[in-house]
């Protein structure tokens, strides 16, 4: 069972990031409840799903997709939240994190992610007051069977959506970063597990970024 940050540093071999990091679909969703339940009263591993509303393509550009990576790490590092997988295409993102003492706080990162990222794309597409993000679902981690491949889901999201063949060169993804900051063996478990079967909330279609041959192998801002 996930219940300790320490526990899934260790055993998982996952480095923390480094606070230096700062620099919807209505009838279509179908499985979703109107309002997801967030039970974000336990301290663990999540899950966490949230697409753009009516699954548009507001993150198209590498440059929209920095932008939101970077409020992402921010955010996240401001909470204490230790992030161990994350993927963010041009509709939806996914991350896994484990929580601080206060899992509650990750509903009020998200609020504001959401409004910073929301406010800078309108901004940019002159649209003020356009709605850009829908509801987020996330999922406590209580099994390390549960929490493998899931990790493994979320490294490989863009291959999994055809975006490219190789998660490693997306720079908005997090395989990369695990495939450095990882022992073989522990990296060697982690692919080992198979991700057709899992029960994952992915209904996207998301567009590969205009430009992304040009970005191929450019390492995210952690890395050293």
Known sequence: MITSRRWCSTFFGVRRLDAAFSRCYRTTMIDWPHAPPHRLTEQGAYMVTCGTYQKAHFLSTPERLD????????GMAE????????????NHYHFIASSPTDPGTLRRVISKLHTLSARDLNLRDSQPGRKVWFQ???SHITFTNSYLPRLKYVHHNPVHHGILSDAGSYPWCSASWFARTTRPAFRATVEGFKTDRLSVMDPFDPQAPMSIEGKSGVKPPHSK
């Open 67 to 74: 932008m939101f990576r970077d409020l992402f790490f921010t």
């Open 79 to 90: 909470i204490g939240w230790e992030l161990h997988a994350w993927a963010i295409l041009s």
């Open 136 to 138: 987020y679902f996330d």
